[in-house]
């Protein structure tokens, strides 16, 4: 059962911004649901301005990313209704091309409109996303891909310009051949392509699950796209696409977090719906550090920890190991048995809860990407805080296996990407509860949270 945690001893009352509280430790019992692909829903949800008619997209996640990409397929003039996880999307009136800086800040994957801006409109104003807590994420592929297929680009002070110049205001089909599999670019030249005059050919394209997804939903809507899921993907550009119904594949990151859940509590748990063939990477990795997985029914998996052992992973490009995972798994191994290497190849600073698990008795070496771990017994709970997404739910989960109370701040970042985490983890007999007051205390934790927050409530005071 879970320990009172207003027993906790008391120091100076401090304001901490919205924090969970965890009481670690304890097994896990049941099955944790996953909903919807957030980075489906994303993409799915700028593919919608390629057709004058309703979508509607079913199996959405209620996330923050999903509410700030909504505000702007309305600022571009869109309308859109919400009903609980599902979205109705009708782009006919779009009229402004042009997406202001303070919204495409908040979330890099606005950026995926400028394709279908340019494919319907002739044109697109998009400030560049610019890099965030996991790297530059330049997006030069996808501008490549766009002058392939004919539009004119230029980058002026951080605003990315793009404009078809042929007179028929339609973009032509190109051979295309991406330096990296990157995901969004394959996206981005993937809508941008459907509407053009010809075929395109994208040659090392993306396989990611969400790249199959998409191309699912267009075909629905009349495109005509092939080779989605392998690394070359053939579209024959049609005149207008048209409205269409599609439900979202289930998020395999949030279901790679779940089995992980799983593991590191040392409990049995069943997982799902979810796609196995999206998770065959992690399921080995998982089945090689000393679980058993088996599958229940056909979108559900068994997981049974035996006794966890230290794995190497190397990330990659589907179908390898994915960057999204490799913060989650490194918690797994700060408490398997023996040594582990984990090498981050995706992204170039995606180490941030390396810090935090050091905090919580984790025994790491970091040097540049890759981090070597010496399993220890039992991390300890600490106040922690979350970097980014993943970041933050690898610290979810170290704390909901530490011995003793953890604080984690920072959830912003968690709000991103999973939804209604705590209600979930609660539903199998997690102690991790959501405060928003103020904290009385033995835990002392990170300046820079209450500071941070401290500025926002005199802010919002003025
Ligand atoms: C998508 O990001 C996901 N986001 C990411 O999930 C995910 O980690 C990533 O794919 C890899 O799987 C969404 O789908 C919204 P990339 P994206 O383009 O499209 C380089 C999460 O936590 N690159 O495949 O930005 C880039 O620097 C998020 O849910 C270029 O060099 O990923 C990076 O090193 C984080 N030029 C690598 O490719 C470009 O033009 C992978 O980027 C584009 C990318």
Known sequence: ????????????????PPHLEVNGGHSLNGILKVSGAKNSSLVLMA????????????????????????????NLGAKITKNSNSLEINSNCIHNAEL?????????????????????LGAAKIPLPGGCNIGARP???????????????????????????????RLRGANINLKYPSVGATETILMASCLA???????????????????????SMGAKVSGAGTSRITITGVEALKGTFHSVIPDRIEAGTFLIAAAITRSSLLVGPLIPSHLSAVISKLQECGCLISHHGNHYLKIIPTEISGVDITTSPFPGFPTDLQAPFMSLMTTAKGSSKIKE??????????????????????????????????????????????????????????????IITGLEHLDRGYERLEEKLTNVGSCISRKYDQLTSHHSFSSKAINKDNINTQKNAA
């Open 197 to 219: 005059l010809g075929k395109t050919t994208i040659s090392n394209a993306a396989r990611e699950p969400e790249i199959q997804d998409l191309a699912k939903m267009l075909n």
């Open 47 to 74: 593919a919608a301005l390629l057709t004058k008619e309703t979508v509607l997209i079913n199996n959405v996640p209620q996330l923050t990313d999903i509410e700030v990409m909504s505000e702007i397929l309305r």
């Open 1 to 16: 059962m879970c320990s009172n945690m207003s027993s906790v001893a008391t120091m100076k009352r401090k304001v901490l």
């Open 345 to 406: 190849k995706v992204f170039e600073k995606r180490m941030q809860h390396v810090i935090e698990l050091k905090k919580m008795g984790a025994c790491i070496y970091l040097e540049k990407n890759t981090a070597y771990i010496k399993g220890v017994k039992k991390l300890i709970g600490s106040t922690v805080e979350g970097g980014d997404l993943r970041s933050s739910a690898a610290i979810v989960l170290a704390c909901l296996s530490a011995k003793g109370e953890s």
């Open 139 to 169: 997006i030069d592929e996808h501008i490549n891909g766009l002058k392939a297929l004919g539009a004119e680009v230029e980058i002026h002070n951080d605003l990315v310009k793009a404009q078809i110049s042929a007179k028929n205001k």
């Open 100 to 120: 202001p800086y303070q919204l495409v800040h908040s979330l890099r994957a606005s950026f995926f409109c400028i394709g279908p801006l340019l494919a319907r």
